[in-house]
Nanobody, 124 residues
Framework: QMQLVESGGGLVQAGGSLRLSCTAS????????MGWFRQAPGKEREFVAT????????DYADSVKGRFTISRDNAKNTVNLQMNSLKPEDTAVYYC?????????????????WGQGTQVTVSR
């Protein structure tokens, strides 16, 4: 089974930027659609972004379009999330996830493997 480990979270002011990274092991990374999700306290898990196996297609939640960029490097088994123009409502634990297949899916239940999460806190 694939394992995922996120890194790069932290505390930033509104308007700032963070870059999250997720490193995969234990599987053929290029066979997996990758996604980023987030969960704020008291709220349900929320889709953020997803990227196709070779990185040619991406999809974003409306709330992050134009601000976040998802990318992947299959040679390094990594998927990244560049987060710019951060807002306090972006505060959450961010998770990367893997789905075997080709469909870009926004439902977290369709992703079989999840990382441990990394905290992103955006202050006013």
């Amino acid at each position: 089974q694939m394992q995922l480990v996120e890194s790069g979270g932290g505390l930033v002011q509104a308007g700032g930027s963070l870059r999250l990274s997720c490193t995969a092991s234990g599987g053929t990374f290029s066979n997996y659609v990758m996604g980023w999700f987030r969960q704020a306290p008291g709220k349900e898990r929320e889709f953020v972004a997803t990227i196709s196996r070779r990185g040619s297609s991406v999809d974003y939640a409306d709330s992050v379009k134009g601000r976040f960029t998802i990318s992947r490097d299959n040679a390094k088994n990594t998927v990244n999330l560049q987060m710019n123009s951060l807002k306090p409502e972006d505060t959450a634990v961010y998770y990367c996830a893997a789905r075997f297949g080709i469909q870009l899916v926004v439902g977290g239940n369709e992703y079989a493997t999840w990382g441990q999460g990394t905290q992103v806190t955006v202050s006013r």
